[in-house]
């Protein structure tokens, strides 16, 4: 998968209230002392990111944590002749770089956004300074770490269980709203994204929604519709 490599960052400022609100209310910031979390948001800067912009290379010095606010920031590896694969898709309310926490050192990954994005960037030297002087800042990077190391679990074991009509369909089971009728869902991020995501050369994202069509899945650019929630669960 081929990506632009933008390098203009649009804005770095401060966080604005309705931000510093969502943060606070974060499961990053919550389980700290109110005086942590102040402390924290004080020090934390606002970047607006056009899309396609690359945050950071593999191998590059690791300075930052950061939070997403708006969009979704793609992590992933390249090999030494030029191929990418993608480690996760960072949503709305999710954190990265947090495994550099206790780890000082260079990135093992490169991030990219895949869209325009607002992130909130902490520097990783003052969250270390802040572990020492507060349980409550480490036990919410503690439950961070753990929360993403689950999720990266999760996502190779399906990897390795299910097949790629599978795994499009674990996902949008995991998409569907509470009750168990027909239903349709825009991407938040283009199909090959989504490919990414699962594992999948866009190649074989396409090959899989053709196969889930016998089970009522219908595509139409982002727009995804599901006749038969039940057919899926039962790939």
């Known amino acids: 998968m081929i990506w632009f490599r933008g390098t203009s960052v649009s804005k770095i400022e401060k966080l604005t209230n309705r931000d510093k609100a969502l943060l606070i209310r974060s499961d990053l910031l919550s389980p700290m002392s109110e005086t942590s979390a102040r402390s924290v948001i004080d020090?934390?800067?606002?970047?607006?990111?056009?899309?396609?912009?690359v945050l950071f290379t593999e191998a590059s010095a690791a300075e930052y944590l950061y939070y997403?606010?708006?969009?979704?920031v793609r992590l992933f590896r390249t090999s030494r002749d030029g191929r990418e694969?993608?480690?996760r898709i960072c949503s709305p309310g999710e954190t990265f770089n947090d495994c550099?926490?206790?780890e000082t050192g260079n990135h093992r990954y490169s991030a990219q956004t895949t869209e325009c994005c607002l992130l909130a960037r902490l520097e990783l030297s003052r969250i270390r300074a802040m572990l020492e002087a507060d349980s409550t800042v480490a036990r919410a990077m503690i439950e961070t770490l753990s929360k993403n190391n689950l999720k990266v679990m999760d996502c190779v074991?399906?990897?390795r269980l299910q097949t790629a009509?599978?795994?499009?369909?674990?996902y949008l089971a995991t998409q569907a709203p509470t009750d168990n009728g027909s239903y349709s869902l825009r991407l938040p991020f283009q199909k090959s994204v989504l490919a990414g995501k699962l594992g999948l050369a866009p190649e074989a994202l396409?090959?899989?929604?053709?196969?889930?069509?016998?089970?009522g899945v219908s595509v139409r650019g982002r727009v995804i519709h599901i006749k038969d929630p039940?057919?899926?669960n039962r790939l």
Do not use: E
């Open 43 to 53: 020090a934390a800067s606002l970047l607006t990111l056009p899309s396609r912009h």
């Open 68 to 72: 997403v606010l708006n969009g979704h």
């Open 85 to 87: 694969a993608d480690i």
């Open 100 to 102: 550099m926490i206790f």
């Open 157 to 159: 074991a399906n990897d």
């Open 165 to 170: 009509p599978q795994r499009v369909a674990h």
């Open 206 to 215: 396409s090959r899989a929604f053709s196969t889930l069509k016998s089970c």
């Open 230 to 232: 039940a057919a899926l």
